[in-house]
């Protein structure tokens, strides 16, 4: 059973930074393709970025430039750093798993995902 567990969220001023970590059981990287999406309550959800299962990274134009996603598959562990906040970064993340690929879980949504964790961005 493929369960993904964020942390780190918080509250933060605009253009400071945040590192989000995921922790992750049930199923292997190389099997998955993993991310994370965001998602502020009464809205749609936002595909963040993405590794692949050759592990290449793709991004929302959105956070491209500011976002970094990485992972440490020995641990099982994905993280987000996430630099240069802003107000409108606020919701909640979530680290999520698809078993098809990057663009299909940005695009269409992840098939797993697990408990949120909130990040405020206060201006």
């Known amino acids: 059973e493929v369960q993904l567990q964020a942390s780190g969220g918080g509250l933060v001023q605009a253009g400071g930074s945040l590192k989000l970590s995921c922790a992750a059981s049930?199923?292997?990287?190389?099997?998955?393709?993993i991310g994370w999406f965001r998602q502020v309550p009464g809205k749609e959800r936002e595909g963040l970025a993405c590794?692949?299962?050759?592990?290449?990274?793709t991004y929302a134009d959105s956070v491209k430039g500011r976002f970094t996603i990485s992972s440490d598959n020995a641990k099982n562990t994905l993280y987000l750093q996430m630099n240069n906040l802003k107000p409108e970064d606020t919701a909640y993340y979530y680290c999520a798993a698809d078993s098809e690929d990057c663009l299909v879980a940005l695009g269409l949504g992840f098939e797993s995902w697990g408990q949120g964790t909130l990040v405020t961005v206060s201006s």
């Open positions: 590794i692949s299962k050759s592990g290449s990274a």
């Open positions: 049930g199923f292997t990287f190389d099997d998955y393709a």
